[in-house]
T-cell receptor
Framework: AQSVTQLGSHVSVSEGALVLLRCNYS??????LFWYVQYPNQGLQLLLK??????LVKGINGFEAEFKKSETSFHLTKPSAHMSDAAEYFCAVSDPGNTGKLIFGQGTTLQVKP | DGGITQSPKYLFRKEGQNVTLSCEQNLNHDAMYWYRQDPGQGLRLIYYSQIVNDFQKGDIAEGYSVSREKKESFPLTVTSAQKNPTAFYLC????????????FGSGTQLSVL
């Protein structure tokens, strides 16, 4: 069965510092991987997705993620944090049966300090 | 503008009462999904539907029911059998492909009176 683990339920960085949110996955087949962001009391917005093309994926708002098969990881990074990046971030893996189900990690809350 | 509309934004349920959450999309998407979000637990799948008049249980379907009579609508009923219904409920849709992204509604917060 597929699963996603996000290491660290809360991450705190200073404005301008590097953002690193960790995601490890388990999948028996080549996965499709996603990062979503959620602002308070809102739905989820797609940041980026990996679908077996380039291993380094660039997304919106300056975020990027690198797919590393050997480490079964898909960590999200941003070189310089902005106050507006404070939100909850979810990593997800797509069910291989083409049902479209996404299996989500538990989420990481990013706090950005001035 | 195309998108997914969930209503109401806030809903209160009395003990023993059934309540229905609305989800409508005008994106012409075939597949629709209901997720439940609890703090620290991520999103868990309740029900999903890949085509009109057909739907499947997700991981936590007990105490919930759905219908899919129209392509654009996928209402979720929280029944009295759901003993812990307080949560944030998210509806999503997408085109039929495993690498396509989900589009999410803005959610409904359900609380018990």
């Amino acid at each position: 069965a597929q699963s996603v683990t996000q290491l660290g339920s809360h991450v705190s960085v200073s404005e301008g510092a590097l953002v690193l949110l960790r995601c490890n996955y388990s999948s028996s087949v080549p996965p499709y991987l996603f990062w979503y962001v959620q602002y308070p009391n809102q739905g989820l917005q797609l940041l980026l997705k990996y679908t077996s093309a380039a291993t380094l994926v660039k997304g919106i708002n300056g975020f990027e993620a690198e797919f590393k098969k050997s480490e079964t990881s898909f960590h999200l990074t941003k070189p310089s944090a902005h106050m507006s990046d404070a939100a909850e971030y979810f990593c997800a893996v797509s069910d291989p049966g083409n049902t479209g189900k996404l299996i989500f990690g538990q989420g990481t809350t990013l706090q950005v300090k001035p | 503008d195309g998108g997914i509309t969930q209503s109401p934004k806030y809903l209160f349920r009395k003990e023993g009462q059934n309540v229905t959450l609305s989800c409508e999309q005008n994106l012409n998407h075939d597949a629709m999904y209901w997720y439940r979000q609890d703090p620290g637990q991520g999103l868990r799948l309740i029900y999903y539907s890949q085509i009109v008049n057909d739907f499947q249980k997700g991981d936590i379907a007990e105490g919930y029911s759905v219908s899919r009579e129209k392509k654009e609508s996928f209402p979720l009923t929280v029944t009295s059998a759901q003993k812990n219904p307080t949560a944030f409920y998210l509806c999503a849709s997408r085109r039929q492909s495993s690498n396509e992204k989900l589009f999410f509604g803005s959610g409904t917060q359900l609380s018990v009176l």
